[in-house]
């Protein structure tokens, strides 16, 4: 790095003094602004979302095609990995990432007694049949096959990637091939006289590959429905022997609130949480609980998004529509869960998008799958903070700090189960609101009738970034009543530094762009008991990753952070709602926080008495 104070002038420039004494201005700040040692106790460091938890170990953002080798190792491929260094073409075995290869992977054509299959009319879901090349002759009742390979018998498997959710194995000897055996349960996770969408050892979803190894052990995989990767090696039997998975990565769930957060939900998927369990990675098991997007029931369900490129162009588009397959996968949304809640009797889901601004809403059908559901009455056009609050009222905020908070009430639910919102039935509070000059999130405690806002303020004004909490918070007591009173030790100072690029003096006169990986400040921010738990971009003043700052909700003052102890954390945070927090039944907190890099949610586990009973 070559700063301007080394080179030969030895000059300091301007823009280089001011950061250095905005940086000693503010770790000088009494307590309730950040301080680099604080630290706390009595917590737990975890993950979960991802089989592995480092950059070996992790399965990678997502898997497009596969083949098996005869030792049982499965060779992964697809256009990206968040991480990179090779990790789009990765090895596994047993369970685990082992490394990366250089083959060249073709599940779509294979060869069987000299003559070539290979799959027509490809589509990201899948083709229309399969035909022989030198012949002609067609599989035509392959449903939607989208990988193909080869037994150790000669004879052709075929994954379908349509509603049965399976694989289809042929004997092709003759221009006329008769299908022999399935594998597989017909359905796939959402197959008849089981609950929707629950996982199984047989029970697929997202098929984009199929392999049998020496022994004749079959392994399959693909995408997450919704996001991420996913692999499953089983016995001739159906007897499972491994599977790997992560969730992809620009994503981070939230916990359920019905049920003292004992489950939690991405925007696709469910994790049943086991709280005894306190070895690191170990409190969701080995792969989701349940998959919550069925795109055959509900085609046009925006979750399953894909991203993909035509005509060297990025597209998005539903699964069904998407007619490429170059660079396409699974586009995360919403990628920050904020809640689920029931509200009138009914499960809702809430999240964001990766840089706002709004929110989208799902409500869970009779299956426990859930499914699109509109928020058109409710304006959220350039809102970065949104809110559900205890009785299931939306709060929003608009960047622009001269328009006003807008509470919109819930009229009730519909036969269909949509919540019902009126652009009528809404309260609407006026600015200015103290010395916030870009409103950034919002939090109403309908209990205590307490307002929170962050921001950024006339005395700490926005710096870099996007989708940032700000550099302030604020709390008002007594919100709604219409008293609306400053708590004492407010506003609360967070911390806002920019770091130039290393060498950046343009000629122009402008200010240098922001080196993203020193910069400090925070990207999320969630509410939960007496605590707010603020979550760190990328690092903190000090240079630390994953740190999640605890703020006491009646003092104002920081009390302590936590830290990624035993768990690999070299990531960032790139999402606008990249953590969540629950306080349980117990008095344990659950905080989880977005890696974005490695696919996976790292869990923290916090008991401030050191006295919450584990179960």
């Not at 917590?43 to 080798?69: H, M, P």
């Not at 997007?293 to 539903?318: E, Q, W």
């Not at 929003?396 to 009229?411: F, G």
Request: a positive charge; proline letters at 5%; charged letters at 20%.
């Amino acid at each position: 790095m070559s700063f301007y104070f080394f080179r030969r002038q030895y000059l300091i420039p301007f823009w280089m003094l001011v950061i250095l004494v905005a940086f000693l201005v503010l770790m000088l700040q009494p307590s309730k602004t950040i301080q680099a040692d604080a630290t706390v106790s009595n917590y737990r460091t975890s993950w979960f979302g991802n089989t592995g938890s480092d950059v070996n170990t992790a399965v990678q953002s997502w898997i497009e095609k596969l083949i098996v080798k005869p030792d049982g190792s499965v060779l992964t491929e697809a256009s990206w990995d968040e991480w990179h260094e090779g990790r789009e073409k990765s090895i596994y075995k047993n369970g685990k990432r082992i490394g990366t290869h250089k083959e060249t992977i073709d599940p779509y054509r294979v060869e069987i007694h000299g003559k070539h299959w290979k799959i027509e009319d490809l589509t990201f879901l899948g083709g229309k049949s399969v035909v022989q090349e030198e012949t002609g002759c067609k599989i035509t009742d392959a449903g939607t096959p989208n990988a193909l390979a080869v037994t150790n018998n000669g004879q052709l498997m075929v994954a379908d990637n349509g509603p049965r959710q399976y694989i289809r194995i042929y004997d092709v000897s003759s221009c006329h091939p008769r299908l022999v055996r399935t594998f597989g349960e017909e359905g796939g996770v959402f197959s008849p006289g089981k609950p929707q969408g629950v996982v199984a050892p047989l029970r697929f979803y997202g098929l984009n590959g199929v392999g049998m190894d020496a022994k004749g052990n079959i392994c399959v995989g693909g995408q997450i429905v919704g996001g991420g990767g996913w692999i499953r090696c089983l016995s001739p039997n159906g007897h499972l022997l491994w599977q790997v998975y992560s969730m992809g990565w620009l994503s981070n769930p939230a916990a359920d609130v019905t049920n003292d957060g004992k489950d939690f939900y991405s925007s696709s998927a469910m994790f049943k949480m086991n709280y005894s369990k306190t070895e690191p990675g170990q409190e969701a098991g080995s792969f989701p609980y349940k998959f919550t997007i069925n795109i055959f029931k509900y085609p046009n369900d925006g979750r399953a998004t894909v991203y993909y490129i035509d005509n060297n162009s990025p597209k998005f588009d539903l699964p069904a529509k998407v007619k490429s397959k170059k660079g396409a996968h699974y586009a995360v949304g919403p990628n920050g869960i904020l809640y689920v809640k029931k509200c009138l009797g009914h499960k809702y889901l809430f999240g964001t998008g990766q840089n706002g601004p709004g929110m989208t809403g799902f409500k869970m059908d009779k299956d426990g799958i859930f499914a699109p559901m509109s928020l058109s009455s409710v304006d959220m056009h350039n809102s970065w903070g949104t809110h559900v609050d205890d009785n299931c009222n939306i709060w929003s905020i608009d960047e622009d700090s001269r328009r006003d908070i807008v509470m919109y009430k819930l009229q009730g639910v519909d036969s269909q189960g949509n919540l019902q919102y009126s652009s009528n039935a809404t309260q609407r509070f006026h600015p200015p609101f103290a010395d916030i000059n870009a409103l950034e999130r919002i939090h109403y405690d309908v209990a205590k009738d307490v307002l929170y806002i962050t921001g950024f303020s006339n005395a700490k004004p926005k710096l870099y970034g996007w989708g940032q909490v700000g550099s302030t918070m604020y709390r008002w007591d007594g919100w709604l009543k219409g008293s609306r009173s400053v708590h004492r030790g407010y506003p609360i100072m967070f911390p806002h530094i920019k770091v130039p690029k290393s060498g950046g003096n343009p000629a122009d006169g402008k200010e240098p762009e922001e080196d993203i990986e020193k910069s400090v400040g925070y990207q999320s921010i969630s509410w939960a008991g007496d605590y707010a738990f603020a979550s760190f971009g990328t690092r903190t003043p000090t240079g630390e990753k994953g740190v999640t700052s605890i703020y006491n909700l009646e003092t104002g003052r920081r009390v302590g952070a936590l830290q990624p102890k035993g768990v690999f954390f070299q990531s960032w945070l790139d999402i606008t709602n990249a953590n969540s927090a629950f306080k349980r039944s117990n008095g344990e907190y659950i905080v989880v926080v977005e890696d974005d890099a490695l696919n996976k949610y790292l869990l923290y586990r916090w008991c401030p008495s050191g006295k919450c009973r584990q179960s």
